[in-house]
């Protein structure tokens, strides 16, 4: 079972929210709420939980400590496989190309791309796939639902 | 009863038998596909029906509105990406059942106890309207405050483990809904100086990303195989339909109950009725979160049964249960008819008719939901490398068709990689989508509580006990706090401690 595994680096994965975090509240803190004493404030929920969540990400980077110490290169071996980092590449760039070439031209290559990547095998098949994957997308959504594609 | 003839009116007419099924076929595959919601078919119907007679135009609306509530469980259980709000609850144990090969089964359970919620959601609409819809309009800001910290205590349910973890990710998911525009005051809040911000962040787009694009990570990530589907069932067991009818009844008046409130809907009823299930049955076939087919009962019969909840304010008082319910309320207005107290005392045949639509909707759903899921059940024999690629596309889109904005894009891939990184480290997903659903009624109503008793906090608190429907609220809400503590271990460690 993956809960049974090592959580390699799970205290870094916690520093980054706690930065997070604390932008977070810095910027709830600017609004009228808890802090400023009017506590039906705009900022009062959102005080209210940047500090709870604060707290608990201190309170459970404690309790990682306990479980001993992991190195940065740990973390990334235990988070990203190819397979994964390939996927994460693909979908930022899909996301980035399609303001260019459109959904259906974007589409595809995303499509036959990352399948072709995660399987090398039979590209036609993937190809006929893929093509009716974008044709029935851009039928149901476009002229039956009437629905803007990106 | 004055107008009971109504309820005969779309059982006499072809045409709106027609409309009614057409509308419950075509709701299924909308409410299956994430980022197509109810609320924007019914909406887009609006532009072609307005011209129709009144009868068809609803009929076809009823009709989508039923079965695009529970075609979202299809996704859910298929894919652990569901294709409506409602419908994340019924992921959590029917993706389990999914992976352990019982697709087929778990979708044919969660048609046939759909229908059973919403047959019980239709019965409440058509006795109990005028004295569910009382209750409802005496709830006071204060008490849908206690009614949202009660859905913030089903955080213990949808998770196993550490309770400080599930926690962690509900308030990341309040602070998430609380960004955008305030809607109190117009002031930017959480914006960091994005403008684009404004607008706030979709909690379907955050519910696409967390589900879809983060689960595709992760099965990459294991390289999860595909699953062999058993499908010589589909229509479920008699016995364990029987055996869960108890626990279908109760969530469907959860549901009801919910679906009548303003404000709140399907997707809170689910998570509920879910919590409730969890509490509640003590041997489960499975325990929760790993297949148990309590987990797909209660939260499908819960948001079904919210659907005639939904109706019960908006045919008595002319308020909306929800989202949808507030687009039929245009649509009636279209067609010169006002919902309310007057309408039911002038045009009950209408509220009679809407009951029939309904209950001719919920035949329907029975008969279209039995259908195609065998076909469904092979989606997740697909090979990963093809189907992860289709879900993100689809995913894509589904985020983009909610405002027609590319930033929900990158919000959707955002949300895919944090939800990615929480899977890894252990963290449970759905807090963070019951956070976000529940942050605009939290600040909204406690804010309003506490303006109402202006701004003095020894007020805010004693009006909780002052008065009498609140009050019974509070003892309610403390009672589910209460029964999260495991008292006979508590009480066990404390015995033995005194008897050394």
Known sequence: MEEERVRSGEIYFLGAMLLLLAAV??????????????????????????????????????????EGRSSFTGMIRYLFSGDVVMLLLAVIVYGLIMANLGFAISTFIFLLGTMFLLDRSNLRQKAIISLGTVVTIVILFTFLFEVVLP | MLGLEGFLVPFMSIELIFFVALGVFVGIYIGAIPGLSVTMAVSLLLSFTFTWDVFPALALMVGIYVGGVYGGSRSAILLNMPGSPSAVATGLDGYPLARLGEAGKAMGLATTMSAIGTFFGIVILALASPLVADLAIRFAPRDYLLLALMGMLLVGSLSRGSLAKALLVAAIGILVGLVGMDPFTAEPRLTFGVPRLLGGISFVVAMIGLFGLSEGLYQLHYKIAPVKQKIDRIVPDMKLVLKNLPLALR???????????????????????????????????????EGAWEGVVAPEAANNAAIGGAFIPMMTLGIPGDSVTAVLIGALMIHGLRPGPMMMKEQPEFFWMMVGALVLANIFLYIFGMTGIRMFSRIVEIPKAVIIPIVIVLSTVGSYTINNNVADIYWMIAFGVLGYFLKMYGYPLAPMVLGVILSPLIDANYRRAMALEHGDIGAFLSSFVTNPLTAVLLLFTLFMLLSQVDWKTKIGALRQRFSK
């Open chain 1, 25 to 66: 509240l810095r910027e709830a803190a600017e609004l009228r709420g808890v802090f400023q004493g009017v506590p039906a404030g705009a900022g009062s929920l959102a005080q209210i939980m940047g500090v709870g969540a604060i707290l608990l990400v201190i309170g459970l980077a404690f309790q990682t400590r306990h």
């Open chain 2, 251 to 289: 969530c469907s008046a959860i549901g009801t109950l919910i679906g009548a409130l303003p404000g709140t809907g399907g997707d809170i009823a689910a998570l509920m009725a879910y919590d409730h299930a969890k509490r509640t049955v003590k041997n489960p076939s499975r325990p929760f979160g």
